[in-house]
Nanobody, 122 residues
Framework: QVQLVESGGGLVQPGGSLRLSCATS????????IGWFRRVPGFERTGLAC???????EYIADFVKGRFTISRGNDKTVYLQMDNLKPEDTGVYFC????????????????WGQGTQVTVSS
């Protein structure tokens, strides 16, 4: 059974950092892509940082370049390191798996975690 479980969200001050974790199970991570997405009220999910582990392609949204990094641990966990956080980074963060043609599109991912809340506020 495919499972993705996010953790690591919370309240952080502007300029601070958080590392989100996406624990994966039930599939071979080398055969799929993992994407991190954010949802804010009234808007559709937005792709932030995505990596296709089949071929190494990576997508980083322009508005998080230099601040967010996607990486993979040895234990089938995929991380999203977020630095220099801004209030506009507030939202629910999801990881998802799939075989997308366009890495940044949420519509091309098949399985999603439950999400973790990130709030950036002083």
């Amino acid at each position: 059974q495919v499972q993705l479980v996010e953790s690591g969200g919370g309240l952080v001050q502007p300029g601070g950092s958080l590392r989100l974790s996406c624990a994966t199970s039930g599939f071979d991570l080398d055969e799929f892509a993992i994407g991190w997405f954010r949802r804010v009220p009234g808007f559709e999910r937005t792709g932030l940082a995505c990596r296709d582990y089949r071929d190494g392609r990576e997508y980083i949204a322009d508005f998080v370049k230099g601040r967010f990094t996607i990486s993979r641990g040895n234990d089938k966990t995929v991380y999203l390191q977020m630095d220099n956080l801004k209030p506009e980074d507030t939202g629910v963060y999801f990881c998802a798996m799939g075989r997308p043609d366009w890495l940044g599109s949420p519509w091309e991912y098949d399985n999603w975690g439950q999400g973790t809340q990130v709030t950036v506020s002083s």
